[in-house]
């Protein structure tokens, strides 16, 4: 009984020839001139392709011109169940069919007619020469064999359906062995014969040069011209695929790691050599990272895809790792093997290579999250010193994306509000009365809670803005310490210390803030102190200079702070105009050192001498010293007795709000 015809009109069918080819082909006929004898295929890379394309067109009448264009996917076109009533076998050979048969004969074309139970009735010697086998031989063998239409279901179903007449045409794409042993691909097409002769016309184009054109096209797409490597493009695609779940669900690790390096010092060879040098030392480079590959997938399931990502960056991929050791291994091997110089061009050329390692599981990953996850981790072996490999550390990370946070929002807190300011009291050593106090920044962060300086005042100083910031500090210092003044009449006035950073004096007109602020609160100026970090005012030269000068004969006081840690260079008090000295809180410390547990500490003798010389040259140049980190009241008796002015410290005070300041106003501290 005859098959119904399929309900859909048209649908699609890849019959599979051979497995390892994955791209698709055209459908376009092939010209005329196809050469009869194919010639040897060669495969310059292994990429998979879809072994065949099937197409079924419906036609109300069989046609012998080629089949129309169709998409590049196989595809299969059903037609209703109107087959014509079998036609008469044909008559004798008539001269109206002596041109069609000599046509036939002659064509460029392989072609062969096959009768209603596929079996071929004669061939061209075309068609004989591509298999190759005389016309005469081929005539009765079941022509799907010939030329694989029996491979798969579906490609066998549409064939026994364009020989039934249900069908219109067939084309597909195969893959044959020739008899002298390479394999060539071809496109089929099934037709049904003109009315009146029963069976269907086969014909076969070679189309290896198309498929090798293609192939050739494809690897230079996916690969680097200088190093020949798998771009970034192919590199994603691998990333991608092994990051799918059916890749690790097949069996494996489930795992998959990335070492993303970075050539230090490559673009001074661009530079000073010359791109064409340059290109021939990544080429060099990309060898040796290949053998380093290679040895690392020895006697293992797979081997790490080595991969150029752009200038002087590559990444080697690595499927189904069983852990950090091995990405750790691999990147050591790859920092020993670029240690050996280069010789390119007859110059010896030495590079290192910072490396990122990234180790995961690749459920839940992304291509996107992973890389970003090396290129993080790949700056972090630069900025530790380059020359050297860094895991990925999710705590270190984390740390950098609250940083990146506090970037991005920083500038807008400022105008937002969220800062507040608290104020360290400064205690004259002898009569422990307050004198002044620092003012500390606090940043009241939505998400993070209250920050201290050191959190944000680097960041601030990065990426400018550190100037809103430090003028706001200024101005309400200033009209604080003012306030505190007009509350407490019989109280001596008391001065605020705020800390002034260096870009503050290059990137806004300091003086001006200052005189401003003053003007406006009615501060007078020596109730006013300026800090500036030691390392700041070193070298200081120019508008720095200036500014400060112009600060202390308005009659601003200016302090070093922190000072004993930088250089220490004592030429600068001379020249600088400076009225105070803050000690760092270093010194302070030693003046007790750790003894073993249970023991008392014991003062450090020279800690001692060496602060009270700072003391005493502090005096001889009219300059008032603060000891910072004042903890306990030994350490305050000691400083009393060399001389210090004034101490600063969780003996007598954390720091705190500005009412709690008031009431120490009232009495000693």
């Not at 062969?112 to 004989?128: I, K, M, P, R």
């Not at 069983?322 to 990147?331: D, I, P, R, V």
Request: net charge negative; charged share 25%.
């Amino acid at each position: 009984m005859a098959e119904p015809a399929p309900a859909t009109p048209r649908f699609t069918v890849l019959a599979e020839s051979v497995p390892a080819v994955v791209d698709l082909l055209g459908s376009a006929p092939p010209p005329a001139c196809t050469t009869p004898a194919p010639a040897r295929e060669s495969a310059p890379e292994p990429v998979p392709e879809p072994a065949s394309e099937s197409v079924l067109e419906p036609a109300p009448r069989p046609v012998l011109e080629p089949a129309p264009d169709s998409t590049p996917d196989a595809l299969l076109s059903a037609a209703p169940n109107t087959a014509p009533n079998p036609a008469p076998a044909p008559g004798p050979d008539t001269g109206a069919e002596r041109p069609f048969r000599s046509a036939f004969s002659a064509a460029p074309l392989a072609m062969a007619v096959v009768d209603h139970e596929g079996l071929v009735v004669s061939a061209n010697e075309t068609f004989g020469a591509l298999l190759g086998a005389g016309p005469d031989e081929l005539a009765g063998q079941p022509a799907a064999e010939l030329v694989d239409l029996a491979s798969d279901a579906r490609t066998r179903h549409a064939y026994g359906e364009v020989l039934r007449g249900r069908q219109a045409r067939l084309r597909c794409a195969r893959r044959l062995k020739h008899p002298d042993g390479h394999r060539l691909w071809v496109q089929v097409t099934v037709a049904p014969l003109t009315p009146g002769f029963p069976g269907v016309l086969l014909s076969v184009a070679d189309i290896s040069a198309r498929r090798e054109l293609q192939a050739r096209l494809r690897h230079l797409k996916n690969h680097d011209p200088v190093t020949r490597l798998p771009n970034r493009t192919l590199f994603f695609e691998r990333l991608s695929a092994a990051l799918e779940t059916e890749s690790y669900e097949r069996g494996g690790s489930g795992r998959v790691g990335l070492c993303y390096l970075d050539l230090d010092g490559f673009k001074a060879v661009n530079d000073t050599l010359g791109h064409r040098v340059g290109d021939r030392l990544l080429a060099a480079v990309a060898e040796r990272l290949t053998r380093c590959a290679d040895e690392a997938g020895h006697g293992r399931t797979s081997t790490p895809l080595v991969a150029r990502l752009g200038g002087d960056e590559f990444a080697l991929l690595v499927e189904d790792s069983t852990g950090t050791e091995q990405l750790a291994e691999l990147a050591e091997s790859v920092l020993s093997a670029l240690q050996e110089p280069f010789e390119v061009a007859g110059r010896l050329l030495s590079v290192s290579a910072s490396i990122g390692v990234v180790e995961r599981h690749a459920a839940g990953s992304s291509a996107t999250a992973l890389m970003q996850a090396a290129d993080t981790t790949l700056y972090w072996a630069k900025a530790d010193g380059k020359a050297r490999w860094t895991l990925f550390d999710p705590e270190r990370n984390a740390h950098r994306m609250t940083r990146q946070a506090l970037v991005s929002t920083l500038r807008a807190a400022v105008e937002r509000g969220e800062f507040a300011l608290e104020y360290q009291p400064l205690v004259g050593m002898e009569d422990g009365r307050l004198r002044g106090v620092e003012a500390l920044v606090r940043w009241r962060h939505p998400e993070f809670g209250t920050l201290t300086p050191n959190r944000f005042i680097a960041l601030a100083e990065e990426d400018g803005s550190i100037v809103p910031l430090g003028r706001w500090i200024l101005a309400t210092a200033c009209h604080q310490a003012r306030r505190w003044q007009l509350d407490h009449p019989d109280e001596p006035p008391i001065f605020v210390s705020v800390n002034v950073a260096v870009r503050q004096v290059w990137d806004s007109d300091l003086v001006a803030d200052v005189a401003e602020v003053l003007a406006r609160t009615g501060l007078a100026p020596h109730l006013l102190q300026l800090e500036l970090t030691e390392s700041a005012v070193m070298g200081s030269a120019g508008r720095p200079l200036e500014a400060l000068r112009s600060l202390n004969d308005m009659g601003v006081h200016i302090a070093i702070d922190d000072f004993g840690t930088g250089y220490s260079n004592l030429a600068y008090l001379s020249r600088l105009p400076v009225s105070a000295l803050k000690l760092d809180g270093s010194f302070v410390r030693g003046f007790q050192r750790e003894e073993p547990e249970g023991a008392a500490s014991r003062p450090s003798p020279a800690d001692e001498v060496i602060v009270e010389a700072m003391i005493q040259l502090a005096h001889r140049l009219g300059l008032t010293v603060t000891a910072e980190c004042v903890e306990t009241s030994d350490q305050a008796s000691r400083l009393r007795r060399i001389g210090c002015d004034t101490g600063q410290g969780w003996l007598y005070s954390r720091p705190v709000s500005p009412d709690r300041i008031s009431e120490l106003l009232d009495g000693r501290v």
